[in-house]
């Protein structure tokens, strides 16, 4: 990992009376994938625009790729591919005369630019359909283009703006395998995204932005552990059983139509062998049992007050 691919530091940005980001601290290191969660007017486009050079901040520091934002705009634009979260690609071009459009705009030699379009349309399994318009693509397809034309120019830092939405399922895989290969390459990833499977999937480390201020910062396994909410789930064959499991455990919460017992606990082998050890010491027998623990909903939810689906 070594260098920051992405360092800030005071990063402040209002508008009007509104404060949109509010003193913000960041350090991405290179060749990882960061992921920016928040719910929708936390901030994250704002700070994809100021790192992108696409908006000025008030105050603080912004480097990117070790290039200023401000002083050195043109070198920090050298170094990184934007894609957002609709695919710009032109309906009415192919698919191979989409990547030769950015080709051109990229001034790369003919020659080399042949080679670049070639292995793009490879990489991202477009080859059967290159000369097909893009209006006859799928959503999966076109997000495939959209992320091969970010590719021409080789940046090295990647700003992906919510990539997978409105793909089906397969689609959004096909996206994580390409992005990992990206990343297996020493390319930064810098992930917006609403899917939180999608962020605990592929980041690296996770930060929570909510009302302009990174409210955590860390691993998917690190936020999901500041969070309380560990516990196992007993099912019991009978009410009687679930009566009597219940009475042992005081803290637990019961479902009498499912028949099942939540008993916090931290997940661990040795709580988990004291519980069933008092089972085992009632003649209590609960017919399954499963360790929960908290997932990044949960962490959303906890830290924004807010589900995903409301964001969305």
């Known amino acids: 990992m070594g260098s920051s691919a992405i360092a800030l530091s005071g990063l402040r940005k209002t508008f009007g009376d509104k404060t949109v980001l509010d003193g913000i601290d960041l350090d ?8 920016l969660l928040g719910p929708n007017g936390a901030g994250k486009t704002t700070m994809v625009n100021v790192l992108t050079t696409l908006l000025k901040a008030d105050s603080g520091s912004v480097r990117v790729a070790g290039h200023d934002v401000v002083t050195d705009a043109k070198a920090v634009r050298a170094t990184i591919g934007v894609t957002g979260q609709f695919a710009a690609v032109d309906e009415l071009l192919t698919g ?3 990547l030769q459009l950015m080709v051109d705009l990229s001034r790369i030699s003919t020659e080399k630019g042949a080679k670049v379009v070639t292995g793009l349309l490879e990489r991202f399994d477009l080859v059967e359909s290159a000369r097909q318009p893009v209006s006859t693509y799928s959503g999966g397809m076109r997000r495939k283009l959209d992320l091969a034309m970010t ?3 080789n940046p090295r830092i990647i700003f992906l703006d919510e990539p997978t939405t409105g793909l089906d399922p397969r689609s959004r895989r096909t ?3 390409i992005i990992r290969d990206l990343v297996a390459d020493g390319v930064t990833i810098f992930l917006t995204t ?3 499977e999608e962020a605990d999937q592929l980041a690296d480390r996770i930060a929570v932005l909510n009302q302009g201020r990174l409210v955590a910062q860390g691993t998917p396994d690190e936020l999901k552990r500041q969070i309380p909410g560990t516990h196992v789930r007993l099912r ?3 009410a009687a059983e679930l009566d009597a ?3 042992l455990f005081a803290d637990s919460t019961r479902d009498d139509e499912a028949l099942t ?3 916090p606990g931290d997940g661990g082998t040795k709580s988990l062998r004291a519980l069933l050890d008092r089972l085992d010491e009632r003649s209590l027998s609960a017919e399954s049992f499963t360790v929960h623990t908290p997932d990044l909903d949960d962490v959303f939810l906890a830290l924004t007050g807010r589900t995903t689906e409301a964001t969305q």
Do not use: C, D, H, K
Not at 28 to 35: E, H, I, K, L, Q
């Open 261 to 263: 017992l939540r008993v």
């Open 151 to 153: 590719l021409v120019g």
């Open 28 to 35: 991405v290191p290179a060749g990882t994938v960061f992921s």
């Open 96 to 98: 191979q005369e989409n």
């Open 245 to 247: 499991a219940a009475r």
């Open 194 to 196: 609403q899917y939180l």
């Open 236 to 238: 019991f064959a009978t």
């Open 175 to 177: 996206m994580w395998s």
